[in-house]
């Protein structure tokens, strides 16, 4: 997707990769004192412009990243992303990174100063060099969208690890590396993935919530375990079977 300046009022479209908005005396404006709107009733988090376009365009522009991935970019094992998984992911981007620049626009620097409002300022300077720091901006928020994709994509994945897998058996066996945090909820308490060839060829036991479901029984030296963490989130064993015995341990204990 590439951003763009523009200064026709009221012109706002998605087409071809290009997202194009201007929000002057519009309903994405937010400057106007009688069309002010918060994310919560506290009203610690108010909707600036940028929050205003994602709310309406935020799950339609991920929707469309993602085919350009696919259809364009040709990226291998990935697949466009339905249209509930782009608005579950609006809702988390809007959480974790567009309402905080919000509330610096409508707050200021000095209340909720954040580095990124920061730098996106510096392509309202009137210097020579001023459409190249937009253009760093938006190249800054085209990686944003692509890791979100990223995280999207693999979430999908999950999703439907999760409903083909058997909960009964408490751990789940995976083929590649993945998020823990994805399989909240999920009905299983540890994951088992292949250790990360960078530290050796056994495997990795990990736990969902290691408050709930520590992995205890594994001790660095005994049992085929090479490594555990203090925390008890992690722990890596020589082979499968060593791994999966200390889960059925944990299993039955825990």
């Known amino acids: ?12 479209f998605i087409d071809d990769g290009y997202l194009v908005m201007d929000v002057g005396l519009g309903e994405f404006d937010h400057h106007d004192r009688d069309n002010q709107r918060y994310r919560d009733d506290a009203k610690e988090w108010p909707m600036a412009a940028f ?5 309406r365009f935020g799950s339609e522009l991920i929707h469309e990243y993602s085919k350009y991935m696919v259809e364009k970019a040709k990226l291998e094992n990935f697949v466009v992303l339905s249209y509930e998984i782009c608005e579950k992911y609006s809702r ?36 020579d060099d001023r459409f190249l720091r937009f253009r760093k901006v938006s190249e800054i928020l085209d990686s944003l969208l692509f890791e979100l994709c990223i995280r999207a994509s693999a ?38 993935e292949k250790e990360d060839p960078r530290r050796g060829d056994g495997y990795a036991v990990r736990s969902i919530d290691s408050n709930i479901y520590p992995i205890n029984y594994a001790i660095s030296g005994e049992n085929g ?28 204990h825990n």
């Open 1 to 12: 997707i590439q951003f763009a300046q523009n200064h026709e009022a009221a012109k706002k």
């Open 51 to 55: 929050g205003r376009v994602w709310e």
């Open 225 to 252: 375990c090479k490594f555990c963490h203090p925390a008890k989130f992690l722990a890596t064993f020589d082979d499968l079977d060593s791994a999966i015995e200390c889960i059925n341990k944990n299993l039955v």
């Open 155 to 192: 979430d999908m994945e999950v999703q439907e690890l999760i409903k083909t897998t058997n909960k009964d058996l408490g751990f789940i066996i995976l083929e590649k590396h993945y998020d823990g945090r994805l399989f909240k909820d999920s009905g299983f308490k540890y994951l088992v």
């Open 92 to 127: 988390i981007f809007d959480d974790e990174f567009v309402k905080h620049i919000d509330r610096t626009d409508c707050t200021g620097q000095t209340a909720y100063p954040n580095t990124m409002s920061n730098f996106i300022s510096t392509t309202n300077l009137s210097f």
